[in-house]
């Protein structure tokens, strides 16, 4: 064997090297991205359900309150749970419907972090009376 083909055989040589370190750098960057979308995933998820139960909580209240007069309501959480959710608002609409002494009550609930994570529910309300 040449001294040539010793000395190549021995280890990578610069451009291999290099090669090498751009395929590890793209493949770190793409999942970099990889981790940060699902941060923000996880983070839109937590608000979502934070959203949903304060909603149920909201219809809830709705069904076991007194009959719901037409109209639209709105707040925050500060007076049912002070402190503990600052970033999040909600709104009432009630609208009659066609059925007797039936009324229609949607909760929309958003979280100012993430307007993509808002809640909405539904609740068709009978008065007994």
Do not use: K
């Not at 064997?1 to 040589?13: E, I, K, P, Q, Y």
């Not at 839109?44 to 149920?56: E, H, M, P, V």
């Not at 209240?61 to 002070?82: I, K, S, Y």
């Amino acid at each position: 064997m040449s001294a040539g083909a010793r000395s190549r055989a021995r280890g990578f040589t610069l451009l291999e090297v290099m090669v090498a370190l751009a395929v590890i750098a793209t493949a770190f960057t793409a999942l970099l991205g990889l981790h940060a979308r699902n941060i923000r995933l996880a983070a839109r998820d937590q608000a979502y359900t934070r959203a949903l139960f304060l909603a149920r909580e909201l219809i809830a209240n709705a069904e076991l309150g007194p009959f719901p007069e037409v109209g639209l309501a709105n707040g925050d959480f500060e007076t049912l749970h002070p402190g503990r959710y600052p970033d999040f608002r909600w709104e009432r609409t009630v609208n009659d419907t066609a059925l007797p002494r039936t009324r229609e009550i949607t909760v929309r609930v958003f979280p100012a972090t993430d307007p993509d994570a808002e809640c909405e529910l539904t609740l068709f309300r009978r008065d007994s009376s």
